[in-house]
């Protein structure tokens, strides 16, 4: 793959490889001790595998299905947590942002701007994420095609900012399902930016009468080998040492001690397409 847009990135390692990057954490900042639990033995894979590693972690919950949902633990303590993660650890981090305003505070802890994919079309909030010079990584719509982020694109780049990347999570399948189209992998590649997967979000079960989403997270090997043999530049894998007890999206993640296992089969796989 082209690293050129991975070298806009403070504090990444193992660009001289030619292999995938990961975008991995929990899904939302939980404590410090957690998150730093967390990025540190994702951190210790990452070198031994020799993969470039970007720490996720949302520093707020906007998109809940209930008003009784987690939504954070505050958001000047969970972005002074990303930000220690990135200096103590020196790793880059990422979270996303709902607002021109989140964009703009969020710049300051940060290293790359997530777009929700809820929030794609939203054209000041794509704007200011531009503005502040910061890699912005756009989730595709669950209701559009890959062809139409193109113009999400457009909007960032048109605004003074080439270091855009793109993350597919799957189209919507009926109210309560998810399905990816691995079309849109290559499809999104010819804009020219680096394409990401999310492995975790893409198996959600939206929409449950419950009120909490589910999700298949025994499938997201089989999202992730197909992913890495379409070419897909970086993978997005939401972990937890305990998923049943995550505050947030906990149906959809993986538990952290099964990701080594899962990250080395994926870099053999890379490693035998090449």
Aim: hydrophobic share 40%; proline share 4%; net charge positive.
């Amino acid at each position: 793959m082209n690293y050129d847009q991975l070298r806009h990135v403070s504090k990444i390692k193992h660009l001289d490889k030619n292999n995938f990057f990961l975008i991995a954490g929990p899904c939302a900042i939980e404590s410090e001790e957690l998150a730093f639990e967390i990025a540190e033995k994702v951190a210790k894979i990452c070198d031994r595998l020799e993969i470039p590693y970007i720490f996720k972690g949302s520093y707020r919950k906007a998109n809940r299905s209930r008003l009784d949902s987690f939504t954070g633990i505050g958001d000047e303590k969970a972005l002074t947590i990303l930000k220690k993660i990135g200096s103590t650890l020196h790793l880059p981090v990422t979270t996303d942002v709902h607002s021109p305003e989140e964009a703009k505070i969020a710049a300051a802890y940060v290293d790359i701007l997530q777009i929700p994919a809820f929030l794609c079309r939203q054209t000041d909030l794509l704007v200011a994420a531009a503005k502040t010079g910061k890699i912005v990584n756009i989730k595709k719509g669950q209701f559009l095609s890959a062809d139409a982020m193109r113009f999400a694109v457009d909007k960032v780049v048109q605004s003074g900012n080439e270091n855009v990347w793109l993350t597919e999570r799957g189209t919507m399948f009926g109210y309560q399902d998810l399905v990816v189209d691995y079309r849109g992998i290559p499809v999104m590649q010819s804009f020219g930016k680096p394409v990401v997967l999310d492995c975790t979000h893409s198996l959600q079960q939206p929409n449950q009468k419950e009120g909490v989403t589910g999700g298949k997270p025994a499938l997201i090997g089989t999202i992730a080998k197909a992913g890495i043999v379409v070419g897909v530049d970086g993978l997005f894998i939401e972990t937890h040492p305990n998923p049943s007890k995550a505050k947030s999206d906990g149906a959809n993640m993986l538990p952290l001690d099964q990701l080594e296992k899962l990250l080395s089969r994926l870099v053999k796989i890379r490693r035998s397409i090449q």
